[in-house]
């Protein structure tokens, strides 16, 4: 392009600029200046300079093999630029790379991948294959899943134990609250439990409950995770910083537990129905699997296997339950890891202890247990037993309608199923708190009859709370007269016995008789049967 050309164009897009103050349409200015609408709208918005210098930043004169030496170079240079600003975990991207170099040079995106990929599958490490005798290595770590939790399905990450037995690949995985030591030496206790028993070595990573400080064979433990170790009597092994290779048994448990075992996003109504689900899905595929190129299947391993694990030792590791005194609340809830928890009524205002185990809580008042919940998953929720406020919603009658514990506490799913169905309607939940006292109003023990009248009450598509106590009066009457019946039948088998001690009476003193008497008094029935209708008119004369 000469000079001439550059001030053309100058000029053409400084009557672009003065149409468009004008207010002329860019359809309009090409007719105007009679050039194209493509070149009028390149140049309306100002995103294009008029003149572009570019400077030569990949000169021509270079050869091929130099320009190819160059990149290299480039690329190993930004690559190792990157690796110090990213950790071990953290992928470097060839977007990133790409990025990078063309601030240095011309090059495109597909050149830059296909010297990337050289340059890393020069840099990769050779593996040796590992083999393991019965017994002898279990590999565990922490994962975590999504989960949908409650009646509300919230989607939460909930944290996941995984342990693999690499003789036999039978795998074990079990939810918790969260990593610290008391969970991870309950995950233990359990898994050698689910295992049948203790192997030799058990690998790690670089859990912080399990190591202080360093990494690998110089990792220096904690002082409470030894004392577990050592009174199980296994073996700690610990892997390199960063080397999930080391331990790929259980990184492949991890994976697949996302991808094939948990399909999609479960639905559990709590911690311990989560346990329950991962469990049996363990027991599926340890059952049924058999892991390729391998001639026997995951159960007939695990046989050979078991007989080799060390057994459990009869004390459990005390050191892992908490147990703590807090004090209750005037609300009847005490607080434990962010959430509250329900407690009966004569516990309020009081100080009580908790127990807290691998899914449960458990509230002792005075040595006796009052409470027990499941720990729940998510933060600052409010966990309740409805049971612990009946006596207050019949003393309280106006609260029947607004009470937290019936709004928004967890309820069993039959009144579960009764809530939803008078928010849907815009019905008020007093007939909830109504139906609840019905425990008391009737001094129902036995749980199962109070919820069947209420699934009875659902099952019709419009529960209320009249159906609701007419399917439980009736079966409360229903097992009235059974038992009333039974006690009938009760007093008619004896009144029968005593009839049958009659007869016995009367055939002893028969049997006093001589037996020319009882052949007379034969004769006498017999005469008696001959002549019984002229007898019966005589006796009815009379």
Known sequence: MDKTDKMDKMDIILKIRLCQ??????????????????????????KHLPVQYEANINPRNITRSEYNENLTKCIIEVVSELEKDTTT????????????????????????????????????????KLSYKPGQVMQVDWTEINVRIGAEKTKVKVTVFCANLRYSNRIFTIPMINMKFYNLGLAHIETFKYMGGIPEEI???????VVKKYSGAKALENQQFTELRIHYGFKAVYMNAAKGNEKGGVENLCKTLKASILTGLPHCRDIKELADVLRAK??????????????????????????????????????????????VNHHMFFSYN??????????????????????????????????????????DKYISNFKHFISLLVKKPRARGSAYFLNEGPLPYELEEFRKYLENNGKSLEELGNTVILIE??????????YDAIRKANDTGAPTYQKIKFNLVQKLNEIRNINELEINIGSASSDEYNYLDCVDDMIGLSKELSTNDVDDVDDVDDDDDINSNDKGDDDNDK
Not at 21 to 46: C, D, E, H
Not at 293 to 302: D, F, H, P, R
């Open 21 to 46: 103050r004008n207010k002329n349409s860019q359809r309009k200015t090409a007719r105007i200046l009679g050039i194209s609408r493509g070149t009028v709208s390149k140049y309306w918005s100002g």
């Open 89 to 128: 975990k953290q992928r470097i991207t060839a977007v990133a790379v790409h990025k990078a170099v063309s601030k240095r040079m011309i090059v495109g995106y597909s050149t830059v991948t296909k010297y990337l990929r050289e340059i890393i599958t020069n840099r990769n490490n050779v593996f040796l």
């Open 203 to 209: 690998w790690y990573d670089n859990m912080k409950t």
């Open 282 to 327: 363990c027991d599926e595929y340890n059952n049924k699997h058999r892991v390729q190129k391998k001639s026997l299947s995951i159960a007939e391993l695990y046989k050979q296997e078991q007989e080799k694990l060390n057994p459990i030792p009869d004390a459990e590791y005390t050191r892992l339950n908490v147990s703590k005194r807090v004090k």
């Open 338 to 379: 962010t959430n509250n928890y329900s407690v009966p009524k004569q516990c309020a205002g009081k100080y009580v202890t908790i127990v807290v185990s691998a899914h449960m809580i458990k509230v002792y008042y005075k040595g006796t247990i009052v409470a027990e919940h499941v720990l729940e998953i998510q933060k």
């Open 441 to 450: 109003e009737y001094n129902i023990t036995d749980e199962k009859i109070f």
